[in-house]
């Protein structure tokens, strides 16, 4: 299932449970990687070839 192209939304409680996020990343055909990083104010300027989805577990975004 592609995504729609355009800028990063941040949707904020769209999961209540570790287990809701990881039946979307099973529905949305995603491949399911672990980042860890420190807190920034935002990312440098860059792009992906393929679809990207993230989950923040833990912290805020």
Same mark, same amino acid.
């Given at each position: 299932?592609? %995504?729609?192209?355009?800028?990063? /939304? ?7 449970? /570790?287990?809701?996020? %990881?039946?979307?990343?099973? /529905?949305?055909? %995603? ?11 935002? %990312?440098?300027?860059?792009?992906? =070839?393929? =679809? ?10």
């Amino acid at each position: 299932m592609a %995504l729609e192209p355009g800028p990063m /939304k941040v949707i904020h409680n769209f999961h209540s449970s /570790k287990e809701e996020v %990881l039946e979307d990343i099973k /529905k949305l055909d %995603l491949w399911p990687t672990v980042y860890v990083s420190d807190r920034m104010d935002e %990312l440098p300027l860059h792009w992906h =070839d393929v =679809d990207n989805c993230g989950y923040v577990m833990e912290g805020k975004s």
